[in-house]
């Protein structure tokens, strides 16, 4: 339904930054 797809698409975007800072911040812990 109209509703729910913007919310899938905010919530998609939102796990996107949350893994990417992750990833990131295992880089850096890397070094």
Known sequence: ???GK???IAKA?????IAALA???YLS???
């Open 13 to 17: 975007v939102g796990e996107g930054l």
């Open 23 to 25: 990833a990131v911040g």
């Open 6 to 8: 913007p919310w899938q």
């Open 1 to 3: 339904d109209c509703t």
């Open 29 to 31: 812990a890397l070094k």
